[in-house]
């Protein structure tokens, strides 16, 4: 069964400090692997995208790895300032017979104090 | 929110009642999707368009339709015959199939009592 697992499910740190969100897949065949951030009560936006051949993505503070062969992805955030409190969505992409389809992961709570 | 809006924020209505949530894209994107999201749980599937008079089912479509007759919009009705019709709805849209690069809508909370 094609699954999106994300954890922790929920996270607390001191603003400055640094995390990593985990995210395991079982989805295949494997297209591409998103990060998106959601503020609360708006649309997902993207951080990265990731195809099988990438290992390393960064966009700005946030920097996502991926490692296809374990089907394991990973989200570091550095420096956590207050407004990267959200929540962070993990999407794994694969083929179907219609074509393409997603997977969304349920998502890990960052919370971000002073 | 990348070029999709959403109407309204938030809808409020009466149990046995249809509403209609709006999306309207302006970046020539070719797919539209519908997505519903509940506390503690990913975004699932309602509906999606590849193209212009075309739509499909997507995981939970039950209860709800869509139309496309305008490459820029992709209502969403929410039917009497959903049986949980209250939940955070997202619009998105994509240059062609679900593999580029999905933008979405800032939502519409619904709320039916």
């Known amino acids: 069964k094609n699954q999106v697992e994300q954890s922790p499910q929920s996270l607390i740190i001191l603003e400055g400090k640094n995390c990593t969100l985990q995210?395991?897949?079982?989805?295949?065949?494997?297209?591409?692997l998103r990060w998106y951030k959601q503020d609360t009560g708006r649309g997902p936006v993207s951080l990265t995208i990731?195809?099988?051949?990438?290992n390393t993505k960064s966009n700005g503070r946030y920097t996502a790895t991926l490692d296809a062969d374990t089907k394991q992805s990973s989200l570091h955030i550095t420096a956590s300032q207050l407004s990267d409190s959200a929540s962070y969505i993990c999407v794994v992409s694969f083929r179907n017979q219609a074509g393409t389809a997603l997977i969304f992961g349920k998502g890990t709570t960052l919370s971000v104090s002073s | 929110d990348g070029g999709i809006t959403q109407s309204p924020k938030y809808l409020f209505r009466k149990e046995g009642q249809n509403v209609t949530l709006s999306c309207e894209q302006n970046?020539?994107?070719?797919?539209m999707y519908w997505y519903r999201q509940d506390p503690g749980q990913g975004l699932r599937l309602i509906y999606y368009s590849q193209i212009v008079n075309d739509f499909q089912k997507g995981d939970i479509a039950e209860g709800y339709s869509v139309s496309r007759e305008k490459k820029e919009s992709f209502p969403l009705t929410v039917t009497s015959a959903q049986k949980n019709p209250t939940a955070f709805y997202l619009c998105?849209?994509?240059?062609?199939?679900?593999?580029?690069?999905?933008?979405f809508g800032p939502g519409t909370r619904l709320t039916v009592t």
């Open positions: 970046l020539n994107h070719d797919a």
């Open positions: 998105a849209s994509s240059k062609s199939v679900p593999s580029y690069e999905q933008y």
């Open positions: 995210c395991n897949y079982t989805v295949s065949p494997f297209s591409n």
């Open positions: 990731m195809t099988f051949s990438e």
